[in-house]
């Protein structure tokens, strides 16, 4: 799975906003929301920033997630 889809399923999953992680990681929503549909690149650094700023988990934890 991309890593774009997996972390719009984790926050769908997790009922997380976009809003909230663009707050907690200074993202703009705009941009966030075009990285999680697929429409601006999704780079390594800034999933790993999303997910240690924004989830408070590791990558590691991230991609070890099992979706229901």
Not at 37 to 47: E, I, P
Not at 48 to 60: A, P
Not at 62 to 67: N, R
């Amino acid at each position: 799975m991309k890593a774009h889809i997996r972390l719009k399923k984790y926050l769908q999953e997790k009922g997380i906003s976009q809003t909230f992680i663009a707050v907690k990681t200074g993202i703009n929503v705009k941009t966030l929301n075009a990285i999680i549909n697929g429409h601006t690149a999704l780079k390594a650094d800034l999933l790993i920033e999303i997910c240690e700023k924004g989830l408070n988990i590791s990558i590691e934890k991230f991609f070890a997630h099992k979706f229901q």
